[in-house]
T-cell receptor, first 118, second 112 residues
Framework: GAVVSQHPSWVICKSGTSVKIECRSLDFQATTMFWYRQFPKQSLMLMATSNEGSKATYEQGVEKDKFLINHASLTLSTLTVTSAHPEDSSFYIC??????????????FGSGTRLTVV | GNSVTQMEGPVTLSEEAFLTINCTYTATGYPSLFWYVQYPGEGLQLLLKATKADDKGSNKGFEATYRKETTSFHLEKGSVQVSDSAVYFCARLKGGRRALTFGSGTRLQVQP
């Protein structure tokens, strides 16, 4: 079945540094990928929709300059947390939609990245 | 708006017990509804879905019926197993963005 690889699975960084998270669709092409953030014991909150070859669409309240998203190919989207601070510590999850699967299905999720900013 | 509300966990059951996890959604049109499951250390996986009113999604013994009268999509299983221990998320499609809006998740722990 469809597989999405998300890397790294966990990262610890110093406050003020930047961290890049990769999301790859391994056996399918995805024109659209989604980035979510999950706080402890809370739901997944959509941060942005990443579209191949164009600018990402951010949800209200999400800082574009802080969470840089690049979707340069049909199989790769990256999320860069710039100048990270402790409040950015969270669990980040990506999801990719198979362009060949129409209708309401085709969403595959990565295993998530645990970011800890110290 | 587009939101999903599901019962809080954790839910602890004995093996072979009956499971219900409640989920309701806000009704703006007739969104497609989903249940996702997250096993420890893994990504979210689609468990079942329903795309229109009165549809019943089913998979691995789990069922959920799309009820527009009560705007609900409750997850049920007649006899749970230890291997069903996981976090379950109810979700709906979010309008034109085609992204998913999730409930808060319900942790299920099944004891032998």
């Amino acid at each position: 079945g469809a597989v999405v690889s998300q890397h790294p699975s966990w990262v610890i960084c110093k406050s003020g540094t930047s961290v890049k998270i990769e999301c790859r669709s391994l056996d399918f092409q995805a024109t659209t990928m989604f980035w979510y953030r999950q706080f402890p014991k809370q739901s997944l909150m959509l941060m942005a929709t990443s579209n191949e070859g164009s600018k990402a669409t951010y949800e209200q309240g999400v800082e574009k300059d802080k969470f840089l998203i690049n979707h340069a190919s049909l199989t790769l989207s990256t999320l860069t947390v710039t100048s990270a601070h402790p409040e950015d510590s969270s669990f980040y999850i990506c999801s990719a939609r198979d362009i060949l699967q129409g209708g309401e299905g085709g969403y595959t999720f990565g295993s998530g990245t645990r970011l800890t900013v110290v | 708006g587009n939101s999903v509300t599901q019962m809080e966990g954790p839910v602890t059951l004995s093996e072979e017990a009956f499971l219900t996890i409640n989920c309701t959604y806000t009704a703006t049109g007739y969104p497609s509804l989903f249940w996702y499951v997250q096993y420890p250390g893994e990504g979210l996986q689609l468990l079942l879905k329903a795309t229109k009113a009165d549809d019943k999604g089913s998979n691995k013994g789990f069922e959920a019926t799309y009820r527009k009268e009560t705007t609900s999509f409750h997850l049920e299983k007649g006899s749970v197993q230890v291997s069903d221990s996981a976090v379950y998320f109810c979700a709906r499609l979010k309008g034109g963005r085609r992204a998913l809006t999730f409930g808060s998740g319900t942790r299920l722990q099944v004891q032998p």
